[in-house]
C-alpha cells in the first residue's frame, strides 16, 4: 500500500480511513444508506464493496470471523512511517484499521475517544511517544492523565476494558506500530463487537 | 424557515415592545456586547432571515431572566431552544469546550444494548428497594466525577447524600441500573432526535419499575421530565418533584430534623428549579432549617437570580468566566463563607472558575450542594 504523507499534520480524522488489512474483508457490512456520513461505516464498503458482500456470505454461512473495526490515534512523532508494517504484520490480515493522525499524544481528549466508540468503533488505541521522549515535552504526560479519565468514561459505559488501549511507541520491548496494532486487534477480536455497532 | 416563522409566533415574539429590559438583565449581554436579545427578537420579527440563525442564538444561558423582566411575555429562551433546534438540522452545533464529551455521552447512551455500570456511587450504608413507589432519578452525577475528578467536585456524595436523605423520611427508593441521560443539554442543544430516543428510553424504564414518584436532585432533570417529557413522548404515568420540594414538607410537619450549626451560607438559586419550576422557598426553608438566621441571601437572589454562567456545556469562555466571578464575588459580599447550590453542574461550574489563575482570592468560597449540607446535618 502507498503511504500517503498528511501534509500539515493537523490533528483531524483523515476523510477515508486508511485500509492496513492485505484483504479487504470488512465486519458486518450493511446497506449504506445512512442518514449521517460515518467514516467508520462509508469507508470498508466503498473500498470493497465486492469483497464485502462475499464476507456477508461468509458470515451468513456462519464461517467468517469477527472482524474489529479499530481506531488508531496515533502520534506523527512516533507512529510516523510505520503504517506500513502493521499492513505487512502477521496478524494484520483482513483487519481496516482507521488512523487518526494527531501531532502529539496530548491532544486525544477524552471526546475523541468517545467520538470513535460513538461511530461504532470496536477498538480504540491511543499511541503516543515512551516517557520523556515527547517532541513536546509533556504531550504524553497529559495523554497519561486523559486516559484515565477516558477509561473511566469508558467503563460507566459498560464498555469492555480491552476496547480502549494506551501504548508507548516503541514499546519497552521495542515492539512496533504493526505489532501493538496486531496484538490490540487479537484482544478486541475475542472481546466481540461493541454495543454501539450502527 | 418555515419552522422559524412558526416559533416566533408560538413565543409570542411579535409582542415585543422593543424595550430592551431583556439585555439590560441578560448577564450574557453585559459581558459580551455582540450579544442581544432585544435586537434578536427585533430582527427575527421583522423578517431577518439570519436573526434566528446567526451564531449568537447559541450564546443564550437560557436561564429566563430576560423572561421574568418582559412586559409582554415573550419567551425568549424557548425561541432559542426552537432556534437551535432548526439550525442543527442544518448541521450546526454549540461550541462545547469539553469537545461535546457530554453530548457524546449521551449519544452512546442512546444505544439500547448498552449496559452502564453506573452504581458505583452506592455505598452498603444506603437503603436502596428493588420495588418501590418512589424513585430516585440520579442523573449524570457518575459522570460528572469521572471527568471533572480533577476539580474535586464530588458530586456523587450529592447523590450518597440524597438516598440517605430519603431514607431518613423513610423512603426507599429504587433506583435505576440502566437509566439514561434525561437528555437537557441535547434538547438545549438543537439535537432532538435524540433527546427522544433518551426520553423514550427513561420512561420506558421508569414504567417498568412501577414507581409513580419520582425525586431527583438535579433540577434540569426534574425540569425535562416534568415539562419537557410530556411534550415530547406523551403524558406521564407519574409524578415528579426536587428533593428540596419533599424534604420542605417533611421539616414543616416536623418529621425530618437537623442538627443547627451557624456557618454562614447564602444560596445559588438554579436557573430550572427557580425560574423554571417555580422552587424558591423550599430550599431556603432547608437551609435555615440548619443554619437559622445566619442564612442571607444575595442581591440578586430567587427570580432575579443570576446564572452559574454556562449551561448545556456549551460557550464556556471569558464571558461565562466574568460571569462566574461576578456571582461568586457577590456571594462573598452577604458575608457568607459557604456558597449553598441545589445543581451539581453549578457546583462544578463555581468550582472550575475558582481554579482558574487571576481569580481574585478575596472572592473565594466553599461552594457545596444544599442535599449534601443536610445530609451532613441529620440528627441520627
Same mark, same amino acid.
Given at each position: 500500500?502507498?503511504?500517503?504523507k498528511?501534509?500539515?499534520g493537523?490533528?483531524?480524522?483523515r476523510?477515508?480511513?486508511?485500509?492496513?488489512?492485505?484483504?479487504?474483508?470488512?465486519?458486518?457490512?450493511?446497506p449504506?444508506?445512512?442518514?449521517?456520513?460515518? &467514516?467508520?461505516?462509508?469507508?470498508?464498503?466503498d473500498?470493497a464493496?465486492?469483497?464485502?458482500?462475499?464476507?456477508s456470505?461468509?458470515?451468513?454461512?456462519?464461517?467468517?470471523?469477527?472482524?474489529?473495526r479499530?481506531?488508531?490515534?496515533?502520534?506523527? @512523532?512516533?507512529?510516523?512511517?510505520?503504517?506500513?508494517d502493521?499492513?505487512?504484520?502477521?496478524?494484520?490480515?483482513?483487519?481496516?484499521v482507521r488512523?487518526?493522525?494527531?501531532?502529539?499524544?496530548?491532544r486525544?481528549?477524552?471526546?475523541? =475517544?468517545l !467520538?470513535?466508540f460513538?461511530?461504532?468503533?470496536?477498538?480504540?488505541?491511543?499511541?503516543?511517544? *515512551?516517557?520523556?521522549k515527547?517532541?513536546?515535552?509533556f504531550g504524553?504526560e497529559?495523554?497519561?492523565?486523559?486516559?484515565?479519565?477516558?477509561k473511566?468514561? =469508558?467503563?460507566?459505559?459498560?464498555?469492555?476494558?480491552d476496547?480502549?488501549r494506551?501504548? @508507548?511507541?516503541p514499546?519497552? %520491548?521495542?515492539?512496533?506500530?504493526?505489532?501493538?496494532?496486531?496484538?490490540?486487534?487479537?484482544?478486541v477480536? $475475542?472481546?466481540?463487537?461493541?454495543?454501539?455497532r450502527? | 424557515m418555515?419552522?422559524?416563522?412558526?416559533?416566533? !409566533?408560538?413565543?409570542?415574539?411579535?409582542?415585543?415592545?422593543?424595550?430592551?429590559?431583556?439585555?439590560a438583565?441578560? &448577564?450574557?449581554a $453585559?459581558?459580551?456586547?455582540?450579544f442581544?436579545?432585544?435586537?434578536?427578537?427585533a430582527?427575527?420579527v421583522?423578517?431577518d432571515?439570519?436573526?434566528?440563525?446567526?451564531?449568537?442564538?447559541?450564546?443564550?444561558?437560557?436561564?429566563?431572566?430576560?423572561?421574568?423582566?418582559?412586559p409582554?411575555?415573550?419567551?425568549?429562551?424557548?425561541?432559542t431552544?426552537?432556534?437551535?433546534?432548526?439550525?442543527?438540522?442544518?448541521?450546526k452545533e454549540?461550541?462545547?469546550?469539553?469537545?461535546?464529551?457530554?453530548?457524546?455521552? +449521551?449519544?452512546?447512551?442512546t444505544?439500547?444494548?448498552?449496559?452502564?455500570? *453506573?452504581?458505583? @456511587?452506592?455505598t &452498603?450504608?444506603?437503603?436502596?428497594?428493588?420495588k418501590? %413507589? @418512589?424513585?430516585?432519578?440520579?442523573?449524570?452525577?457518575p459522570?460528572?466525577d469521572?471527568?471533572f475528578?480533577?476539580l474535586?467536585?464530588n458530586?456523587s456524595e450529592?447523590?450518597r447524600?440524597?438516598?440517605?436523605?430519603?431514607n431518613?423520611?423513610?423512603i426507599?427508593?429504587?433506583?435505576m441500573?440502566?437509566?439514561?441521560?434525561?437528555g437537557? %443539554?441535547?434538547l438545549w442543544?438543537g439535537?432532538i432526535?435524540?433527546?427522544? +430516543?433518551?426520553? *423514550?428510553?427513561?420512561?420506558?424504564?421508569? !414504567?417498568?419499575?412501577?414507581a409513580t414518584?419520582?425525586?431527583s436532585?438535579?433540577?434540569e432533570?426534574?425540569?425535562t421530565?416534568?415539562?419537557?417529557y410530556?411534550?415530547f413522548?406523551g403524558?406521564?404515568?407519574?409524578?415528579?418533584m426536587?428533593?428540596?420540594e419533599?424534604? %420542605?414538607?417533611?421539616?414543616?410537619s416536623?418529621?425530618l430534623?437537623?442538627?443547627?450549626n451557624?456557618?454562614?451560607?447564602?444560596?445559588?438559586?438554579?436557573?430550572?428549579?427557580?425560574?423554571?419550576?417555580?422552587?424558591?422557598e423550599q430550599?431556603?426553608?432547608?437551609l435555615?432549617?440548619i443554619?437559622?438566621d445566619?442564612f442571607?441571601?444575595m442581591? $440578586?437572589s430567587r427570580n432575579?437570580s443570576?446564572?452559574?454562567?454556562?449551561?448545556?456545556w456549551m460557550?464556556?469562555?471569558?464571558?461565562?468566566?466574568?460571569?462566574?466571578?461576578?456571582?461568586l464575588?457577590?456571594?462573598?459580599?452577604?458575608g457568607?463563607?459557604?456558597l449553598?447550590?441545589?445543581?451539581?453542574?453549578? !457546583?462544578i461550574?463555581? +468550582?472550575?472558575? +475558582?481554579?482558574?489563575?487571576?481569580?481574585?482570592?478575596?472572592s473565594k468560597?466553599?461552594?457545596?450542594?444544599?442535599?449534601?449540607?443536610?445530609a451532613?446535618?441529620?440528627?441520627?
Amino acid at each position: 500500500m502507498k503511504k500517503e504523507k498528511q501534509a500539515s499534520g493537523t490533528p483531524k480524522a483523515r476523510p477515508a480511513a486508511k485500509k492496513v488489512g492485505a484483504t479487504a474483508g470488512t465486519g458486518a457490512p450493511k446497506p449504506a444508506a445512512s442518514k449521517k456520513e460515518n &467514516p467508520l461505516k462509508s469507508a470498508p464498503t466503498d473500498a470493497a464493496p465486492v469483497e464485502a458482500a462475499t464476507a456477508s456470505k461468509g458470515a451468513a454461512a456462519g464461517g467468517a470471523r469477527f472482524e474489529p473495526r479499530i481506531v488508531a490515534f496515533v502520534c506523527e @512523532w512516533c507512529g510516523d512511517g510505520q503504517e506500513a508494517d502493521g499492513a505487512n504484520g502477521p496478524g494484520a490480515g483482513g483487519t481496516a484499521v482507521r488512523f487518526v493522525h494527531v501531532m502529539c499524544s496530548g491532544r486525544v481528549q477524552p471526546s475523541m =475517544v468517545l !467520538k470513535a466508540f460513538e461511530l461504532g468503533a470496536d477498538g480504540v488505541i491511543v499511541c503516543g511517544c *515512551r516517557p520523556g521522549k515527547c517532541h513536546y515535552y509533556f504531550g504524553n504526560e497529559r495523554q497519561a492523565e486523559m486516559f484515565e479519565t477516558s477509561k473511566k468514561l =469508558v467503563s460507566l459505559l459498560g464498555l469492555e476494558a480491552d476496547r480502549l488501549r494506551l501504548e @508507548w511507541i516503541p514499546g519497552p %520491548d521495542g515492539r512496533t506500530l504493526g505489532a501493538v496494532l496486531d496484538e490490540f486487534t487479537e484482544k478486541v477480536r $475475542r472481546v466481540g463487537p461493541s454495543p454501539l455497532r450502527k | 424557515m418555515k419552522e422559524l416563522i412558526e416559533a416566533i !409566533k408560538l413565543t409570542g415574539a411579535r409582542l415585543c415592545l422593543d424595550c430592551g429590559k431583556c439585555t439590560a438583565v441578560c &448577564p450574557v449581554a $453585559r459581558t459580551n456586547g455582540s450579544f442581544s436579545p432585544r435586537k434578536t427578537v427585533a430582527n427575527a420579527v421583522a423578517g431577518d432571515e439570519d436573526a434566528l440563525k446567526d451564531d449568537t442564538i447559541w450564546h443564550c444561558l437560557t436561564c429566563r431572566l430576560c423572561s421574568e423582566r418582559c412586559p409582554s411575555d415573550v419567551d425568549y429562551v424557548d425561541l432559542t431552544r426552537l432556534a437551535r433546534a432548526d439550525a442543527y438540522k442544518d448541521g450546526k452545533e454549540a461550541q462545547c469546550s469539553h469537545g461535546s464529551a457530554f453530548q457524546l455521552l +449521551m449519544r452512546i447512551m442512546t444505544a439500547p444494548e448498552l449496559k452502564q455500570q *453506573r452504581m458505583g @456511587w452506592v455505598t &452498603p450504608d444506603l437503603k436502596i428497594a428493588e420495588k418501590s %413507589d @418512589w424513585l430516585y432519578f440520579v442523573g449524570c452525577i457518575p459522570y460528572f466525577d469521572a471527568f471533572f475528578e480533577k476539580l474535586n467536585v464530588n458530586t456523587s456524595e450529592i447523590a450518597r447524600s440524597t438516598v440517605k436523605l430519603l431514607n431518613a423520611v423513610g423512603i426507599e427508593p429504587v433506583v435505576m441500573p440502566d437509566e439514561r441521560c434525561c437528555g437537557h %443539554d441535547l434538547l438545549w442543544g438543537g439535537d432532538i432526535e435524540n433527546f427522544k +430516543m433518551l426520553a *423514550r428510553h427513561n420512561v420506558e424504564k421508569i !414504567k417498568a419499575t412501577g414507581a409513580t414518584k419520582i425525586v431527583s436532585a438535579c433540577p434540569e432533570c426534574v425540569t425535562t421530565l416534568k415539562v419537557y417529557y410530556p411534550e415530547f413522548v406523551g403524558a406521564l404515568p407519574f409524578e415528579v418533584m426536587h428533593l428540596t420540594e419533599l424534604l %420542605d414538607k417533611h421539616v414543616a410537619s416536623g418529621a425530618l430534623k437537623f442538627r443547627k450549626n451557624s456557618k454562614r451560607v447564602t444560596f445559588q438559586d438554579p436557573c430550572r428549579l427557580g425560574r423554571f419550576l417555580n422552587v424558591y422557598e423550599q430550599p431556603r426553608n432547608l437551609l435555615k432549617a440548619i443554619c437559622g438566621d445566619s442564612f442571607k441571601d444575595m442581591r $440578586r437572589s430567587r427570580n432575579s437570580s443570576v446564572c452559574c454562567g454556562t449551561s448545556g456545556w456549551m460557550n464556556c469562555g471569558i464571558h461565562s468566566k466574568a460571569i462566574q466571578t461576578g456571582r461568586l464575588t457577590e456571594a462573598r459580599r452577604t458575608g457568607s463563607d459557604l456558597l449553598a447550590t441545589a445543581c451539581a453542574k453549578c !457546583k462544578i461550574h463555581f +468550582m472550575c472558575a +475558582m481554579n482558574d489563575t487571576g481569580f481574585p482570592e478575596e472572592s473565594k468560597i466553599e461552594v457545596e450542594d444544599l442535599a449534601v449540607l443536610l445530609a451532613s446535618s441529620l440528627v441520627k
